[in-house]
């Protein structure tokens, strides 16, 4: 059975930093690629980040280019995004995704299974 658990969100000012986490299942985790995507408020789901099955290869949206980074632990089944210099406009509800398949995707809809959401919220 395919599950996503993410951890990590919370209150942040601007200008701090949270570490997101999300534990994968070991058949899921195996065998896909994986990705952050990010809801904010009254507003379609949008990608944020994505790794390949061998994390050599990693993407990012341009708002978070340079303030996020996406890395994956293949031993624990595990994939993170370290989120530093947040701002306001970052604020969303964060969602791990799984991809089956060796690359990354940076659409959305490429993804075929998804976290329950972690909720990020960044006072200015």
């Known amino acids: 059975q395919v599950q996503l658990v993410e951890s990590g969100g919370g209150l942040v000012q601007a200008g701090g930093s949270l570490r997101l986490s999300c534990v994968a299942s070991?058949?899921?985790?195996?065998?896909?690629?994986m990705g952050w995507s990010r809801q904010p408020p009254g507003k379609e789901r949008e990608f944020v980040a994505a790794?390949?099955?061998?994390?050599?290869?990693?993407d990012y949206s341009d708002s978070v280019k340079g303030r996020f980074t996406i890395s994956r632990d293949n031993t624990k089944n595990t994939v993170y995004v370290q989120m530093n210099r947040l701002k306001p406009e970052d604020t969303a509800v964060y969602y791990c995704a799984a991809r089956p398949g060796w690359d990354t995707a940076a659409r959305v809809y490429d993804y075929a299974y998804w976290g329950l959401g972690t909720q990020v919220t960044v006072s200015s």
């Open positions: 790794i390949s099955w061998t994390g050599g290869t990693t």
């Open positions: 070991k058949r899921t985790f195996s065998s896909s690629a």
